[in-house]
């Protein structure tokens, strides 16, 4: 294959992906078949500049990704500190007959990623000139991609999404490292009385109400807690690894700041709330409607309340329509 239609055909491969990982993935592999390098990484650091994804291609071996015991070495750290504080693109370093070369991929308060290539000889002008360009194709068509996964009037994960997310965590390690305690957590959290909002002080009022209440979720929530606006008023919310009593605290705590939000003379905005263990064996569909129940008992019950499933379950008040992995083949 010619050398152009070879770039040709990993531009075609990376932007038929409609998922960010398998796009990273399709990039390393790209640029591992034209650069031929010792190693190759995109490496993803959180707001607080702690690790917290790595995929990574060495010469010969299978893609190994990384969301735990990530290690980044001193000099990596001294690199991206010197690209941040030097607001660079990217870096080249020759250490011990090798030549590493960073890039930045994105850049945000609450991501930073990065592209880092070891070589055993330094690039050539064209070599470095078609990474360049595979890099803002790579960049441009992530940010289109993370535009048709993203809510627009909030900036939280869509609907969409979400059922891509949850499927990933059927299949991840999410289930992996639980307790009988520790588990994780689905909640379906909606406003209350949200229409009378809309009808007092009108729809774009009502906007900026969504909008706070949205800014509230991500300061209540933790940094790996998968936040979604489900649709209108109705937001849900994936947490891992907490006890019954952490998830009831934290999505408490939610209710209560939420009605400390401050806008005009209206009444106090309050939230109700619906939640379920996220089960690995029960299909999300089931799950969904179990947080549902338990939402549609806290707006029965007078609003402003959070209820766990398992509640009107031992109530006697639940609906049993259980649906299992077994019942019906998704993947
Ligand atoms: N401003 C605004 N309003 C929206 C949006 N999406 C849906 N809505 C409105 O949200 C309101 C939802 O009303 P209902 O489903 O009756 O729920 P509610 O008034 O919150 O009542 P409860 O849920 O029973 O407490 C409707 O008036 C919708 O028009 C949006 O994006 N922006």
Redesign the pocket.
């Known amino acids: 294959m010619s050398i152009s239609n070879n770039i040709l055909h990993h531009i075609e491969n990376f932007t038929a992906q409609r998922d960010k990982e398998l796009l990273a993935f399709s990039l390393l592999k790209s640029i591992r078949d034209i650069l031929n390098p010792i190693r190759i990484s995109i490496l993803t650091l959180n707001g607080q500049d702690e690790p917290i994804m790595e995929i990574s291609l060495s010469n010969g071996e299978s893609c190994d990704y990384r969301y735990q015991d990530i290690k980044v070495s001193d000099s990596t750290r001294a690199s991206l500190d010197y690209i941040n504080t030097w607001h660079l693109d990217e870096l080249m370093k020759a250490h011990d007959d090798q030549y590493t070369s960073f890039h930045v991929l994105q850049q945000s308060r609450q991501l930073n990623q990065y592209l880092i290539i070891t070589l055993d000889n330094k690039p050539s002008r064209s070599e470095s000139y078609i990474i360049k360009g595979m890099l803002s194709i790579y960049s441009n068509f992530s940010s289109l991609l993370a535009d048709a996964q993203t809510d627009e009037?909030t900036g939280l994960m869509n609907r969409k999404t979400f059922e891509e997310s949850i499927i990933k965590l059927y299949q991840g390690s999410a289930f992996s490292e639980l307790t009988d305690s520790h588990t994780n957590w689905i909640a379906i959290i909606?406003?209350?009385?949200?229409?009378?909002?809309?009808?007092k002080a009108?729809?774009?009022?009502?906007?900026e109400?969504?909008i706070h209440v949205s800014r509230v979720l991500r300061q209540t929530f933790r940094q790996d807690d998968m936040l979604f606006r489900f649709?209108?008023?109705e937001f849900v919310v994936l947490m891992r690894n907490l006890t019954r009593q952490e998830c009831a605290d934290l999505v408490d705590q939610f209710r209560t700041s939420v009605q400390e939000i401050a806008m005009h003379d209206l009444e106090p905005i309050t939230i109700?709330a619906g939640i379920c263990e996220f089960l690995n064996d029960t299909f999300h569909i089931t799950l969904m409607d179990h947080a549902d129940q338990a939402l549609y008992y806290s707006?029965q019950n007078g609003?402003n309340r959070i209820t766990f499933y398992d509640e009107i379950v031992e109530a006697g008040l639940a609906k049993q329509n259980n649906v299992t992995h077994g019942d019906i083949d998704f993947f």
Do not use: A, W
């Open positions: 009037l909606d406003l209350d009385h949200f229409k009378v909002i809309n009808d009108g729809h774009l009022y009502g906007d109400v969504l649709g209108g008023e109700s707006k609003r």
